[in-house]
């Protein structure tokens, strides 16, 4: 627990009035729209995500990545744009994460980009499979700034973690946050704030006391259970785990499944974060994964053309409509009130 506070402060550290105040703003304008159903928007976001590349080494059953099944193409995000839009955003950003798909360490620069923006304080997360934190990046890691590491570790033994991280090696990853660990020590230094993310599927669910033994061994900060998103859930799935609470679908009377969530016509992301696909453009959140709803092209415009621009608002528009309608919004978890 001593340890999640750490990370809280460390968070806080990097606010500022500018920043704390577009916050204020963009959390009023988004209660002002669920209230009123006008999609108006004060304020820039308080966090992005960026994808630095759609590449990944494994072949996961539930990743667009792993099943190599985008229509989008695959490619790394340059430094320049990233620069660029970070210059645009550091003065009311608060939070940036590096990931959407694929592995960010593929990414040859990808630590030089925790650094730049490191440098102008903020606070920047990513996820990873962890099968590149050899020594030397473990090293590099800690030193570029990087504020939280989350491991992807959904087994604690080979065979049941190779059954969703297809193609993995478990000893690689709990090397890798060893190194990690081990480096933070010697350079004595409070950062990354390392998680296990362990992704609860049937395969896993009864070693869910163990993640947490393994961690404590290890000496990972936090450990963190994530539910499952499964595509064709209605009909079930050998991933949909038995324990209900670990799990995103209900089952129904009639064998069938459905999703946790009532779908209220509002969405908080919407208002408060994006996601930069590698090659430029923003789309409305993690769920659109092949990049279907374009909203702009950081390429062509500036961030706050798109996020103002009438394209970001129609999208708002709908949701506040009706979200039911919204394809990549039938299997989201966002606003469900059941453990997720």
Request: neutral net charge; charged residues 20%; hydrophobic residues 35%.
């Amino acid at each position: 627990m001593m340890r999640v506070w750490r990370d809280q402060l460390n968070f806080a550290s990097g606010l500022t009035v500018k920043r704390a105040w577009n916050a204020a703003q963009i959390v009023t304008s988004y209660h002002r729209a669920r209230f009123t159903g006008v999609p108006v928007i004060q304020g820039l976001p308080i966090s992005i995500s960026f994808e630095p590349t759609t590449s990944c080494n494994l072949r996961c059953p539930e990743c667009p990545s792993g099943l190599r099944s985008f229509t989008r193409a695959t490619g790394m995000l340059g430094q320049p744009l990233f620069q660029n839009v970070i210059d645009q955003l550091a003065p009311t950003l608060s939070y940036l994460t590096f990931y959407f798909q694929g592995e960010p360490y593929l990414h040859p620069q990808f630590l030089d980009m925790v650094q730049y923006a490191a440098s102008r304080n903020i606070y920047t997360a990513t996820s990873t499979n962890a099968h590149y934190l050899k020594d030397e990046n473990a090293r590099l890691t800690v030193e570029s700034g990087l504020d939280r590491l989350i491991i992807s570790i959904d087994g604690t033994t080979q065979d049941t973690y190779q059954s969703y991280r297809v193609g993995g090696s478990l000893e690689k990853v709990i090397e890798g946050a060893r190194n990690i660990i081990a480096w933070k020590k010697k350079l004595k230094s409070i950062t990354p704030h390392v998680m296990f993310q362990f992704l609860v599927v049937k395969p896993n669910e009864h070693q869910i006391p163990e993640v947490y033994t393994l961690a404590k061994q290890i000496g990972v900060d936090q450990v963190v259970l994530k539910t499952a998103q499964i595509y064709d859930y209605a009909n079930g799935s050998d991933l949909i785990p038995e324990q209900d609470q670990y799990s995103r679908y209900r089952k129904m009377n009639d064998g069938s499944y459905t999703i946790k969530n009532s779908l209220d016509n509002h969405c908080w992301k919407m208002w408060h974060s994006c996601v930069i696909t590698w090659d430029g453009k923003i789309v409305p959140c993690c769920f659109d994964k092949d990049a279907h709803h374009v909203l702009g092209d950081l390429t062509e415009n500036s961030f706050e053309e798109v996020w103002n621009g009438e394209a970001y608002n129609t999208f708002r528009a709908s949701l506040l409509r009706s979200r039911s309608e919204i394809e990549i919004c039938k299997n989201c978890t966002e606003g469900t009130k059941v453990w997720a």
